[in-house]
């Protein structure tokens, strides 16, 4: 997987040097998504490394009475989603991401917006190499529970075709400056 390590130090690099901030216009067909399937329970990250930033879509979505969830890292290589207002406080935790400070039952979100470092045509999605939302989501697959996925990204950090292994999960959408697909 030195070709995948390769992929991601570019990406990140690029997305450093190509970054810009997005309005509240980016998110419009997200919100299309949300209110036609009447979703109320959304997993969302906070931003940091240059990734699209998130904290218009918190403040629409929390001005609009969705529920907001973010991410929380444990033991055992363990990921859940708990319950976050904005401004609410955060920690660091081990990698450097914020999340909540909160102990509470996670919940199993009907849609979460990922983070990506790159992706392809094809809806794969390089991370940053831990396999922390892939772990998640293969656990939802296999207990046949449904969510949507989709993936916040700048149209410069597509690739041709991102390398995949057997554990890797394709997301159902991208969202770029360019539109949803």
Same mark, same amino acid.
């Given at each position: *997987? ?19 901030? %997005? ?10 998504? $949300? ?43 363990? *990921? ?18 914020? +999340? ?9 979100? +009907? ?35 449904? %969510?949507?996925?989709?993936? $916040? ?29």
């Amino acid at each position: *997987m030195r070709y995948k390590e390769k992929l991601r130090k570019k990406f990140i690099f690029l997305r450093r040097k190509k970054y810009f901030s %997005v309005n509240k216009d980016f998110f419009k067909p997200l919100i299309k998504i $949300l209110i036609n399937k009447k979703i109320r329970n959304i997993a969302l990250y906070y931003p940091s490394n240059y990734e699209v930033n998130t904290l218009n879509l918190f403040k629409i979505l929390q001005n609009k009475n969705f529920f907001i969830f973010l991410p929380k890292l444990f033991l055992n290589r363990r *990921m859940k989603f708990l319950r976050w207002n904005y401004l609410d406080p955060l920690e660091i935790n081990k990698y450097g991401f914020l +999340e909540p400070l909160s102990k509470s039952k996670g919940i199993i979100p +009907e849609i979460i917006i990922v983070p990506l470092v790159a992706f392809d045509k094809y809806h794969n999605r390089l991370g940053y190499g831990k396999g922390y939302y892939d772990r998640y989501l293969s656990r939802l697959i296999r207990s046949k529970k449904s %969510v949507l996925t989709i993936g $916040l990204a700048f149209s410069f950090q597509k690739y041709k075709k991102i390398p995949t292994i057997k554990s890797d999960i394709k997301l159902d959408y991208i969202l770029t400056e360019k539109g949803i697909f």
